[in-house]
């Protein structure tokens, strides 16, 4: 049976994801969500001059549904990338969210989309279009390498990044630490006995 990584990673924490992946692959935390959102998909990488946006509407156009737009920036926060009309499009498209290491704007409207947004920060300032860009490329992102397909998954914890090639493996992990961390929450809390075996365990190693 063909598994559905994206359907099976929107289920997981960011926590559990980032413990199977031995604390790498999550971006700096300078890159929060907008509001309350989680979101799972493939990364449709994105790399912009500072201050600019043309490419990411190409990249808007050409993008399959259900991908995250990853967008490299340059770290940019004088210029927005995109505001509410530029995401509704996207949304409007079938793309599950954006990522960015730069900033947006029209921060109320975009909210009122329900569209997730991952980014450093709002401003008043409009991007421009002189200038193109690239995308379908390695990107770098909070911090993380970002290759073109790899699994992108984000909640109010932050943003982890899952290399493709590995994704089965961190899948199956992640799934584990998830179950172990249910039945040790089942087993410890509200029982005042098991909470202190539990930190005398801790202790002790």
């Known amino acids: 049976?063909?598994?559905?990584?994206?359907?099976?990673?929107?289920?997981?924490?960011?926590?559990?994801?980032?413990?199977?992946?031995?604390?790498?692959?999550?971006?700096?935390?300078?890159?929060?969500?907008?509001?309350?959102?989680?979101?799972?998909?493939?990364?449709?990488?994105?790399?912009?001059?500072?201050?600019?946006?043309?490419?990411?509407?190409?990249?808007?156009?050409?993008?399959?549904?259900?991908?995250?737009?990853?967008?490299?920036?340059?770290?940019?926060?004088?210029?927005?990338?995109?505001?509410?009309?530029?995401?509704?499009?996207?949304?409007?498209l079938g793309i599950k969210g954006v990522v960015t290491n730069g900033v947006i704007r029209d921060i109320e409207d975009i909210i009122n989309l329900d569209f997730p947004v991952f980014c450093k920060g709002t401003t008043i300032s409009a991007g421009s279009k002189s200038d193109g860009g690239y995308s379908e490329v390695p990107i770098s992102c909070g911090g993380v390498v970002v290759n073109h397909g790899d699994i992108i998954v984000g909640d109010r914890d932050g943003v982890i990044v899952v290399p493709k090639e590995i994704e089965a493996e961190v899948l199956e992990k992640a799934k584990k630490k998830l179950q172990r961390d249910e039945e040790r929450e089942n087993k410890v809390s509200n029982n005042i006995d098991a909470i202190h075996k539990y930190i005398d365990t801790i202790l002790q190693k």
């Open 1 to 92: 049976m063909t598994i559905n990584y994206i359907e099976e990673y929107s289920k997981l924490p960011t926590t559990c994801i980032s413990d199977a992946l031995k604390g790498e692959n999550a971006m700096d935390i300078s890159i929060k969500p907008l509001a309350n959102y989680k979101v799972a998909g493939r990364a449709y990488t994105v790399k912009i001059p500072k201050g600019q946006n043309k490419e990411l509407l190409r990249a808007i156009k050409e993008a399959s549904k259900d991908d995250v737009l990853v967008i490299d920036a340059e770290e940019d926060t004088s210029k927005a990338i995109a505001g509410d009309f530029v995401l509704g499009m996207a949304k409007t």
